[in-house]
């Protein structure tokens, strides 16, 4: 499998990624916003994009789909439940369909609401894990749930899907907000040394070489999966006074989204 992550540089600062087999040249665009940049991309590597997957249906990434298909003929797919959100789907997409892009790649189709209640994460197998995530899970952050979304379902698909998937699966989001969500880290658990110690280097990375994190990282710095940790309890307790001594995790969960959506 190979993978291009394109930096869009725009306001959103979205990634757009090209999943190509090695052996046909054969590529899937997903969210392919920056369409110029996609197809420049598919050129310089001589790959033929035949496929465009939108993880859900929010414009910034689903904006370039018209101009990649006229140039390319590709086919779209995207969540089955997304037909009224994204028009023109080639195939609606559930929970374990398989992606095949050329002969050596395969990828897992999950559902995974919150962000959207309509949205897809793809899981690609083999020598190398990876998980394309759109806007459900970011480097060290969550998706938010304001348009369309919902924070429970969030919780269950980090809570369920997510957090069992192997320490070594790679983490590829739908953008990189990875700096300013270190300091939402630092602000909930002070004391958590990993982020401490990533965070200047993520505030001036090269957004062209991104860091492509794994779960196990994700893991150590990502609040969001750190729901036991006593350091966030006691700081959760400042802010929501009427926690209870131990909160269940799902109550940690949605009382940090609450807190990320104002931060």
């Known amino acids: 499998m190979l993978v291009e992550q394109i930096w869009t540089g725009n306001s959103g600062r979205n990634f757009n990624y090209l999943i190509a087999c090695s052996e046909t040249g054969e590529a899937l665009a997903v969210d392919p916003l920056d369409h110029e940049k996609c197809l420049a991309a598919a050129k310089a590597k001589g790959w033929t994009i035949t496929q465009i997957l939108n ?5 910034d990434h689903t904006g370039g789909n018209d101009q990649v298909i006229a140039a390319t003929r590709a086919k779209l797919l995207a969540h089955a439940n997304a037909k009224d959100r994204i028009a023109g789907i080639d195939r609606g997409l559930n929970a374990g369909d398989v992606i095949k892009i050329g002969r050596t790649v395969e990828l897992e189709c999950l559902d995974t609401p919150g962000h959207t209640m309509s949205h897809i994460c793809v899981l690609a197998h083999g020598d190398t894990q990876a998980l394309f995530c759109g806007d459900t899970l970011f480097n060290a952050g969550a998706g938010n749930c304001h348009n369309g979304g919902h924070p429970s379902e969030l919780y269950n698909t980090f809570a ?13 989001p739908g953008h990189d907000y990875i700096a300013n969500n270190l300091r939402f880290t630092l602000d909930r658990e002070p004391d ?7 965070l200047p280097g993520m505030e001036r990375q090269d957004t062209g070489r991104a860091l492509v994190t794994t779960l196990g990282l994700e893991k150590e710095i990502n609040t969001f999966f750190r729901l036991t940790s006593p350091s966030v309890i006691a700081r959760l307790r400042e802010a929501f006074p009427d926690l209870p001594e131990h909160p269940d995790q799902k109550t940690v969960f949605l009382k940090l989204r609450e807190l990320r959506n104002k931060w």
């Open 55 to 59: 993880t859900h249906h929010h414009h």
């Open 160 to 172: 369920t899907q997510l957090s069992k998937l192997p320490d070594d699966t790679l983490v590829y």
């Open 192 to 198: 958590n040394g990993k982020a401490k110690e990533l």
